[in-house]
């Protein structure tokens, strides 16, 4: 019999943590292989963690909202002989992120610290030998961290103990006195929290929000953003689409979009010029050779990007179904991890909410994202010298300027715009 530890399973490609957004199982339940123990949510999905042994729960070390590295310990499990074996005590208040002294640690040892705690204590200079900590054996917890964050707000410093004046030592120099901080954090930083007014509605930034933040942030402080921009006459998908859009939803089953004409176009030019089919990985680029179309797909307070699979290879119908398909496995919290990797490229239907122009945040580590606005009535000029009314797109284009130049994506978006004026029920198949 042993104590087994479980750990924060990587839930999609890129994804480096998760938060827990519910434990399914308390300490001492027994569990088989393969029963979920809790629910876990990533800037990408949302899912299940199943056990990898069959025994008894010891204890669950990470807390539910708590965000969790890729491979970190979430809870221990006692595996083998059903005899007892001695399970320490939690103690009250116990933080996960606490810093953990190694097994058997004797004084002097290293101690070893969580991932939160270091990422604290580097963000805001704080010395963690300084720091008396609160959990369980003396160990420094987050919530430690936090109080000498909040004094900071009220005073200058932390409030250490003031030292006592120096006094010599026969065999030691007396230690020097604590530097001040490199550098104070701004005001704001620490407790955004204390500038709210009492009127004010406090909403902590948890879950799904913080890992769409992280990965937001990371994209626009990584990525050399460029953008471009085209219009599309798409009037003649517009009528063949209303055409036989009730026959198709009869026949099929669901809906046949404007999106997956869109989608179909983008993997047709993307097969033309595959510099857009890739990703930038340091020291080489490298150019993909399956066409997968990741979709944003918007849930409440939740953004998932699903992701279509060999694209090129499938018939407008065949995206229509993916699109559907994704899109309520999203909204009803379904999405597999499988679902959500091996994107190569992102198409993003900001058209749906109304929009006309909008530049989107590459979804690394892609190389860009097509923005697809609304359809809107326009006068158009014809060749003629006559004006009609016409149904025009704006085509938006974010590139990464480490991969993509100006000349190749300005290509790209003008034969995606070519497919796309160019539909007609024999250049645009539906089956």
């Not at 519910?22 to 949302?46: A, F, I, M, R």
């Not at 697809?372 to 006559?386: A, D």
Request: with cysteine; glycine share 6%; proline share 8%.
């Amino acid at each position: 019999m042993a104590i087994e530890n479980i750990t924060m399973p990587q839930l999609g490609e890129s994804v480096t943590e998760g938060t827990i957004s519910k434990w399914l199982v308390s300490p001492g339940d027994h569990v088989h292989k393969y029963d979920p123990l809790c629910e876990v949510l990533t800037d990408k999905v949302n899912a299940e963690v199943p056990s990898s042994f069959e025994g008894e729960i010891v204890e669950l070390i990470a807390s539910e909202d708590e965000t969790v590295a890729v491979g970190e310990v979430i809870c221990t499990v006692k595996t083998g002989s059903s005899e007892t074996i001695a399970r320490p005590e939690a103690e009250p208040g116990l933080d996960p992120d606490a810093a953990v002294p190694e097994p058997e640690a004797e004084k002097g040892k290293k101690v070893r610290y969580s991932p939160a705690v270091l990422k604290l204590s580097q963000e805001y200079d704080i010395d963690l030998n300084r720091v008396k900590g609160t959990g369980r054996e003396g160990r420094i917890t987050r919530k430690d961290l936090l109080k000498i964050i909040e004094s900071r707000g009220n005073e200058a410093e932390p409030a250490p103990s003031k030292p006592e004046p120096a006094k010599p030592a026969p065999s030691k120099p007396a230690p020097s006195k604590p530097e001040p901080a490199r550098h104070t954090p701004p005001a704001s930083r620490p407790l955004p929290v204390r500038e709210a007014a009492e009127e004010d509605t406090v909403i902590p930034v948890t879950g799904v929000r913080k890992a769409i933040a992280n990965n937001m942030a990371r994209s626009k402080q990584e990525i050399p953003h460029a953008w471009m921009m085209v219009e599309a006459d798409v009037t003649n998908l517009v009528r063949y689409r209303e055409a036989v859009k009730e026959e198709f939803k009869r026949r099929e089953g669901f809906n046949l979009t404007y999106f997956a004409f869109f989608v179909k176009a983008v993997a047709r030019a993307l097969k033309e010029y595959p510099a857009l089919n890739s990703r930038w990985a340091g020291d080489a680029i490298i150019q993909k050779h399956d066409v997968n179309i990741s979709i944003a797909v918007a849930a409440e307070d939740r953004l998932y990007v699903p992701v279509i699979k060999h694209a090129d290879e499938k018939s407008i119908k065949g995206i229509a179904r993916e699109i559907a398909v994704l899109a309520q496995k999203a909204r009803a919290g379904k999405l597999a991890p499988e679902d959500m990797e091996g994107g190569t490229f992102t198409v993003n239907n900001t058209g749906s909410f109304g929009t006309v122009q909008s530049m989107g945040i590459i979804n690394h580590p892609q190389a860009a994202i097509l923005q697809v606005e609304s359809i809107v009535k326009r006068p158009v000029i014809m060749e003629e010298g006559m004006f009609a009314a016409r149904d025009i797109v704006n085509l938006c284009l974010s590139i990464d300027h480490r991969i993509l130049d100006g000349l190749v994506s300005g290509r790209f978006l003008k034969r995606v715009k070519e497919i796309l004026e160019a539909v007609t029920p024999e250049t645009a198949p539906l089956y």
